[in-house]
């Protein structure tokens, strides 16, 4: 079936370093959403791309979609304690009935 | 006002039992989905409902029975409750369903079978 990876699974980094997570898709997605989920709590949608190329900027995360729609990555600048959780991507399956995830990043900020 | 809301929010209990997670969502959204998120944050679709119709059914074990008696709510009941039905399980919502929405995540029910 249809599989959205995700990499790396595991980051961690200093405060103020940059931090990138990737995610790939066997298949073209018609979007792909982010979600990040904190410790303890529930993921919460971050944001949608639907366009070919299309590039998104949440202040220090900026979201792109690949040229193919097959690839996705999500970049943070300057990390700071608060970004600290798993973030997802998910993308539509084959049958566009449902939303299936990447396995998450797992972000770790030490100060 | 809690968009999406499920309880309760802790179940212990022991094999062999068996237990319901209720959630109910006050957005006017039309599909409700049961999600669940094992010790390695995986996120698996189990189940979604749209206007209290089954779509969905991710062969899941026939233990697992969900009930949609309105659209805004959407309830789980787990029979003979096994060690490895320990997860976090998660009900979510969106406007009309499909891959190509946003979803809307209750704060979760953590679930240890013991």
């Known amino acids: 079936g249809q599989q959205v990876m995700q990499i790396p699974q595991y980051q961690h980094v200093q405060e103020g370093e940059d931090f990138t997570t990737y995610c790939n898709s066997s298949?073209?997605?018609?979007?792909i959403q982010w979600y990040k989920q904190r410790p303890g709590g529930h993921p919460v949608f971050l944001i949608q791309?639907?366009?070919?190329?299309e590039v998104k900027k949440q202040k220090r995360l900026t979201f792109q979609f690949g040229e193919a729609k097959k690839n996705s990555s999500l970049h943070i600048t300057a990390t700071q304690t608060t970004d600290v959780g798993t973030y997802f991507c998910a993308g539509p399956s084959g049958g566009y009935n449902k939303l299936i995830f990447g396995a998450g990043t797992r972000l770790a900020v030490h100060p | 006002d809690t968009a999406v809301s499920q309880t309760p929010k802790y179940l212990v209990t022991q094999m062999g039992n068996d237990k319901s997670i209720k959630c109910e969502q006050n957005l006017g959204h039309d599909t409700m989905y049961w999600y669940k998120q094992d010790s390695k944050k995986f996120l698996k679709i189990m189940f979604s409902y749209n206007n209290k119709e089954l779509i969905i059914n991710e062969t899941v074990p026939n233990r697992f029975s969900p009930k949609s008696p309105d659209k805004a709510h959407l309830n789980l009941h787990i029979n003979s409750l096994e060690l490895g039905d320990s997860a976090v399980y998660f009900c979510a919502s969106s406007q009309l369903g499909g891959g190509n929405e946003k979803l809307f995540f209750g704060s979760g029910t953590q679930l240890s079978v013991l």
């Open positions: 298949t073209t997605l018609s979007n």
């Open positions: 791309l639907v366009k070919s190329g």
